[in-house]
């Protein structure tokens, strides 16, 4: 962990410990002045680090006067006073409300988000739960610290501090989550203000949580939900476009295929926003099973794989579907991923039956004629395409790819390969 690491950690960890210590000893307990000098001391110390954190963010400068009037940092250059021995110095007396400004120093708790945000390997779900976790007591407790110094409602002060914390904690939570029973409720006008004010704050803080955790759940599987949207936007289209059953149901085989084999995603405009070099070599792992499979590439060179690996594009086909007819222009090279493909002559005869890792298509792009057989789908098939553009950008710098493409034709023409 780097040194601001380090420092963040104190800064979050000053600021809960004054966000739980200091209301309670604000309200509860009698602390002789040595504990408070010490605790005050600490304060001052995390208040110096949030200052040094301050002009450690990108855009600040010790030198630029603006920055030196922030609120921020006049916050924590107050934070930054011996506030206590001020207190007795000024009012001759541990007098309570100047050791309130310390509260400022809170609002560090924030700085959670730029500390998650520099552990890049992090789950989502930390990011969003680890904040919550954090923020959700804290605010609880300040709540029901500030329930108890107005007079704690209908229960009234009890002699029993634990009691009476408990009473107050039971009442902040009720009242934030907006469930409210109603057992404990404000009786002086100052309570009455504060419990309205608390009920307007949970209605955001309990939108805000359950937000958070429904879009959580959602998110647990997205490639599900992601799945479930597209079928519901599906549905609906065939819905309003009156498509007969026969079609919906073969639309459906193709989402339960897609949903099967490749988890719902097809495209890979996912990944268009990373570097080039990054993009292949995802592409390598995740099609390298395919590599494996297509005897044409197991002896290619690396270049040419990385190369192939940018350009090639997968495509679905359904049972019975043409991929391309007899005559039509030669515009990309096929691979098979998995699948059955069916080469059928001009008469619609059976040639030849092409499974897993078989090639098709070569015929019309080495020899620049229209093909001479039509490609139709027996199974659902998951194909790549290499484009003809993109196959003559590569055997320009790969002859080798060319002659063995010529090879396969030539060994198909005369009948010797399939
Ligand atoms: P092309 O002519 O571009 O389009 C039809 C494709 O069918 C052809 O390329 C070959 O890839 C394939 N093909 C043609 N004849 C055979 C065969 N006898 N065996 C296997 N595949 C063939």
Redesign the pocket.
Known sequence: MSKTQWLRIVSIGAALLVGFWLPLRLIQFRIPLPIDVVMDLLISVASAVNIYLFFNEKDRSWRRPRDWLSPGLLADAVCLLPLSLLEVLIFQTQHRSLLLLNLLTIRHIWRIKAFLDEFDSLPPVVYRLVPIGLTMPLLVHLVACAWIALGSGTAGPDPDHFLEYVKAIYWSFTTLTTVGYGDISAKTPAQMLFASGVQVLGVGVFGFVLSNVASLLSRMDAAREHHMDNLDRVETFMRSNRIPQELRSKVRTYYHYLWKNHRGYQDQSLLQDLPAKMQSELYFFINHSMLEKVALFRTAERELLEELMNELKPRIFSPGEKIFRHGDT?DALYFIHNGKVE?LGAGNDL??R?EDGAC??????VSDKP???T?RAESFCHVYTLPKDAFERVIVSYPKFRAHLEELAGG?RS?KA?
């Open positions: 030669g080469i040639i030849a092409l098709f298509g070569e015929m019309a792009l093909r001479n057989a490609a198909r009948g399939a």
